[in-house]
């Protein structure tokens, strides 16, 4: 995807999205890019509909994002609350069960995209992926 023309209000700071791996599941690599994939059409889809303003500038300001490592998906949820509690959008990927993780595993939280600074207290203690 290329980025747009802006249209909108200049939206001003850095912006990004940021996964959430469960890295509980102990997914193979190909599954957490599968994983990752889906959690990032769903993220986009969505900020499309409810700020496309933001999602505008993500796209014309390179599509910032990075992976970090959840511990399970319980931790998953708690994150997501919290996000959602600040006003920023999330997505939460559950698995079919095709493959190699039982069916309706939480295994993606995409976050954003959004401010930077607005993302760093919820998963600026993550370790990368």
């Not at 940021?18 to 994939?37: E, P």
């Not at 609350?81 to 995409?110: C, F, M, N």
Request: glycine share 10%; charged share 20%; aromatic share 2%.
């Amino acid at each position: 995807m290329t980025a747009p023309r802006v249209t909108s209000e200049p939206v001003r700071g850095e912006l990004k999205m940021v996964f959430v791996v469960n890295h509980g599941l102990k997914m193979g690599k190909g599954k957490i890019a599968a994983q990752v994939g889906h959690g990032a059409v769903q993220a986009v889809m969505n900020a499309g509909k409810k700020k496309p303003a933001i999602l505008e500038a993500w796209l014309a300001k390179g599509q910032k994002k990075i992976c970090v490592k959840g511990d399970d998906a319980d931790h998953l949820t708690r994150l997501e609350r919290h996000a959602e509690q600040l006003g920023l959008l999330t997505a939460s990927i559950r698995d079919a069960g095709h493959t190699q993780i039982p069916s309706g595993s939480y295994t993606v939280l995409a976050i954003g995209p959004c401010q930077e600074a607005e993302l760093e207290p919820i998963t600026g203690p993550l370790k990368l992926l």
